[in-house]
T-cell receptor, first 114, second 116 residues
Framework: EAGVTQSPTHLIKTRGQQVTLRCSPI?????VYWYQQALGLGLQFLLW???????NRGNFPPRFSGRQFPNYSSELNVNALELEDSALYLC?????????????FGPGTRLLVL | AQKVTQAQTEISVVEKEDVTLDCVYE???????LFWYKQPPSGELVFLIR??????QNEISGRYSWNFQKSTSSFNFTITASQVVDSAVYFC?????????????FGQGTTLQVKP
């Protein structure tokens, strides 16, 4: 069974640009989660989508946004990139039942903002 | 508020030594879930174990074992007879069950280096 996939693996952008990251969940999973892992800041929750709806977002500015498609894949968009957006962006998926389900992670997208 | 603390930033051991990674959590919720993940240099978080707040049984899986103690709010992870392939960053995480936010709250991680 294929795991969570993410694309691209690496990205280099300059300040002020916009970027789109993509994630495909494990087959059968309806929930997709996004996390940011920046140097020195640990793993921080960004967004949670389930059945096409945004269910929760972390403490990030509105320039971080995303969506989930009918096939449950997801995009994370970051507008007006800043240097501190440089990080590993991890996507995870799970079956959503009542909460507390295991989140399975993809390999991540490494974003460097110059 | 919820919080996970992994006080050990880095641990270095020699192969075949046993090593314990500590995890202490804080929550007022009675229903919650605890996890351990492994992050090798490639970056992907690999799921190791999930435990709910009502199940305090310890678990053993091969060389890995986990000790969950609600009395001390700890969920420690022991690797027996460590191997070089165990070298990675290990994260402990918490999520709530009763007020499901979908959010995993991670500790800061413990970097384990196993030397040959």
């Amino acid at each position: 069974e294929a795991g969570v996939t993410q694309s691209p693996t690496h990205l280099i952008k300059t300040r002020g640009q916009q970027v789109t990251l993509r994630c495909s969940p494990i087959s059968g999973h309806t929930s997709v989660y996004w996390y940011q892992q920046a140097l020195g800041l640990g793993l921080q929750f960004l967004l949670w989508y389930d059945e096409g709806e945004e269910r929760n977002r972390g403490n990030f500015p509105p320039r971080f946004s995303g969506r989930q498609f009918p096939n449950y894949s997801s995009e994370l968009n970051v507008n007006a990139l800043e240097l501190e957006d440089s990080a590993l962006y991890l996507c995870a998926s799970s079956l959503y039942k009542v909460g507390g389900e295991t989140q399975y992670f993809g390999p991540g997208t490494r974003l460097l903002v110059l | 508020a919820q919080k996970v603390t992994q006080a050990q930033t880095e641990i270095s051991v020699v192969e075949k030594e046993d090593v314990t990674l500590d995890c202490v959590y804080e929550t007022r919720d009675t229903t919650y879930y605890l996890f351990w993940y492994k992050q090798p240099p490639s970056g992907e978080l690999v799921f190791l174990i999930r435990r709910n707040s009502f199940d305090e049984q310890n678990e053993i899986s091969g060389r890995y074992s986990w000790n969950f103690q609600k009395s001390t709010s700890s969920f420690n992870f022991t690797i027996t007879a460590s191997q070089v392939v165990d070298s990675a960053v290990y994260f402990c995480a918490l999520t709530l069950g009763s007020s499901n936010t979908g959010k995993l709250i991670f500790g800061q991680g413990t970097t384990l280096q196993v030397k040959p």
